[in-house]
């Protein structure tokens, strides 16, 4: 079975569970929050961007510590696992601080990337508001 750290969105790309780091990132969203349809699609893209950027650094990461095997295999499996604890489209806003997040979880340490006990960037706490 392969291990794989993400360390923000969330879960080890190799398992399933809602672990805390991942439950720090979402959050639920306000009961008297109505977004229109269109702010609701661009929240659930803002979801899938996310997923894609902490993948694609903790698949960056990997290769550089040794994994080995295509990028994209490790792109594919640590997306799917992710979505089977996050559900983009139940995100109905994100955070003043996603595009700060965003940033951060780019620029992350590649150390702090693979340790499974680190925290999230502090920015990303909350950044994902769901329904």
């Given at each position: 079975?392969?291990?794989?750290?993400?360390?923000?969105?969330?879960?080890?790309?190799?398992?399933?569970?809602?672990?805390p780091?991942?439950?720090?990132?979402q959050?639920?969203?306000?009961?008297?929050?109505?977004?229109?349809?269109?702010?609701?699609?661009?929240a659930?893209?803002k979801?899938?961007?996310y997923?894609?950027?902490?993948?694609?650094?903790?698949?960056?990461?990997?290769?550089?510590?040794?994994?080995?095997?295509?990028?994209?295999?490790f792109?594919?499996d640590?997306?799917s696992?992710?979505k089977?604890?996050?559900?983009?489209?139940?995100?109905?806003?994100?955070?003043?601080?996603?595009d700060?997040?965003?940033?951060?979880?780019?620029?992350q340490?590649?150390?702090?990337?693979?340790?499974?006990?680190?925290?999230?960037?502090?920015?990303?706490?909350?950044?994902?508001?769901?329904?």
């Open positions: 079975m392969k291990r794989f750290a993400l360390f923000l969105v969330l879960v080890g790309c190799g398992g399933g569970d809602k672990t780091a991942m439950m720090a990132a959050t639920p969203a306000p009961a008297n929050m109505y977004p229109s349809q269109a702010q609701q699609a661009a659930a893209a979801c899938e961007t997923v894609a950027v902490a993948c694609g650094h903790s698949a960056d990461c990997a290769i550089g510590a040794g994994w080995q095997g295509p990028r994209s295999e792109m594919a640590c997306i696992s992710i089977t604890a996050l559900d983009c489209g139940a995100v109905v806003a994100v955070s003043e601080s996603y700060r997040c965003i940033r951060d979880v780019s620029e340490s590649c150390a702090l990337v693979l340790d499974p006990d680190a925290p999230p960037p502090a920015s990303c706490n909350a950044v994902l508001l769901v329904r």
